[in-house]
Nanobody, 121 residues
Framework: VQLQASGGGLVQAGGSLRLSCAAS????????MGWFRQAPGKEREFVAV????????HYADSVKGRFTISRDNAKNTQYLQMNSLNPEDTAVYYC???????????????WGQGTLVTVSS
């Protein structure tokens, strides 16, 4: 499956952004979908995951209550709504697809190219 992330940009602290990830090539609903991020000088970290149906979701503690992951299987697209952004959220955000529901990046076999989110203070 091919993944194309979009929606990043520059936002002030306290603001919101919505990231999108469009999938093509294979049956989107066969995959759990996740978001990961990598800040400058840091390792890639898990942000959120949604199950194939969209019924089950899990978030990193750092974004819980501020970010919402969702998916629309009819549109082959997943989303990450990010609210109350702070400078620590600045990173390149990657969408990814996995055969199984997981928070571990190593289990994701398909990755998008990343979209940069910059939060200014």
């Amino acid at each position: 499956v091919q993944l194309q992330a979009s929606g990043g940009g520059l936002v002030q602290a306290g603001g919101s952004l919505r990231l999108s990830c469009a999938a093509s090539g294979r049956t989107f609903s066969n995959y759990a979908m996740g978001w990961f991020r990598q800040a400058p000088g840091k390792e890639r970290e898990f942000v959120a995951v949604v199950s194939r149906s969209g019924a089950t979701k899990h978030y990193a503690d750092s974004v819980k209550g501020r970010f919402t992951i969702s998916r629309d299987n009819a549109k082959n697209t997943q989303y990450l709504q990010m609210n109350s952004l702070n400078p620590e959220d600045t990173a390149v955000y990657y969408c990814a697809a996995a055969d199984s529901y997981s928070t571990r990046a190593t289990l994701y076999g398909y990755w998008g190219q990343g979209t940069l989110v910059t939060v200014s203070s």
